[in-house]
């Protein structure tokens, strides 16, 4: 399965954001064990360094981006995807660029701790709880 990581659970990460942090940690997991293919958006990466800056320093940022991206692969942002996000009705468009960055690199699915800003059958949204909770069930 391949699965868009949203910026939250990267930051729950980062940050060790509690409760959230075992959580988004057993997701990044599933994708260091080959488990799911873990991608993140390419407009997120300027947030995400952006938010741990201002909390870790610059060093630490640099640093925990380097991880990630040796971890996760990076979801391609360009015109299609940023015309298709601006006909999207969501109500925040930072999630219709993770929706459609989603679509356009033909994703499974969204993890995000907001599933309800993701409006849509699909791809598949779920909660690091509901895609621990799928993935343990698999056979």
């Known amino acids: 399965m ?11 990460i980062a940050l060790e954001r509690q ?3 075992n959580n988004s940690d057993t997701v990044v997991s599933f994708v260091e064990q080959g488990q799911i293919e873990g991608y993140i ?13 201002k909390q870790k320093g610059r060093h630490l940022a640099v640093e925990f981006l380097r991880e ?25 468009f930072e999630d219709t660029i993770q929706y459609s960055t989603a679509v356009i690199n033909h994703l499974d699915a969204i993890i995000t701790r907001n599933p ?3 409006p849509v059958a699909n791809p598949r949204i779920f909660t690091p709880e509901q895609l621990i909770q799928e993935l343990t069930n698999m056979p």
């Not at 990076?74 to 109500?91: G, P």
């Open 116 to 118: 309800r800003d993701f």
């Open 41 to 53: 958006s390419a407009s997120s990466f300027g947030d995400i360094y952006y938010i741990i800056r």
């Open 68 to 92: 990630i991206v040796s971890i996760c692969r990076s979801a391609s942002v360009d015109s299609t995807t940023i015309n298709m996000a601006l006909t999207v009705n969501f109500k925040d």
């Open 19 to 21: 409760p959230f942090f």
């Open 2 to 12: 391949k699965v868009l990581l949203d910026t939250n659970i990267i930051v729950d």
